[in-house]
């Protein structure tokens, strides 16, 4: 069968996945853990939040690593040429099935975040509001990439009928 994408653009795809495989590797081990760390050590509000947000970004971050293992596939399913068949829907529910796990992890986070620091007098307005319109901005993001999946998926359905 023909091959339907350059082998330098697919080769260069897997290997920013890698790096991102690597990044959340690193990330579960230093970067989550230091972060929900420092939450707690300035803020008096986020001193109980320590374990639940690491809890839940390592378990955002494992979200990630699977989608991207299917994104790998489709990948692979794109160089033979077989992207638009029934073989790639798995592919496609899975990454769907993660953004939909990490987006509510994000919603958890945020709403902890917002109700546990409304009245943090040891946390400054502008870091308060800062926090929270980040996270905000990752939440309508991740329902956009959602919505973007829904699309892909439809006309994934719309090629196969043809």
Not at 52 to 74: H, K, N, T
Request: net charge positive; glycine share 6%.
């Amino acid at each position: 069968m023909k091959n339907y994408m350059n082998k330098w653009v697919l080769l260069g795809l897997k290997v920013i996945i890698v790096l991102v495989w690597l990044a959340c590797l690193w990330s579960q081990a230093f970067a989550a853990p230091i972060l929900s760390e420092v939450m707690a050590g300035l803020y008096s509000s986020q001193v109980a939040m320590r374990w639940p947000y690491l809890i839940m970004g390592i378990l955002f971050l494992v979200c990630v690593e699977i989608a991207f293992a299917a994104v790998w596939r489709l990948l692979s399913l794109s160089g033979s040429g077989t992207v638009f068949t029934a073989k790639a829907m798995p592919c496609v529910n899975w990454v769907l099935g993660c953004a939909a796990i990490a987006t509510v992890l994000t919603v958890l986070v945020s709403l902890c975040f917002l109700i546990s620091g409304w009245h943090d007098a040891t946390m400054q307005a502008m870091d308060y509001y800062t926090i929270a319109l980040v996270l905000g901005v990752a939440v309508l993001a991740e329902i956009g990439f959602m919505l973007l999946m829904v699309v892909m998926k439809g006309l994934m359905h719309l090629f196969q009928r043809r």
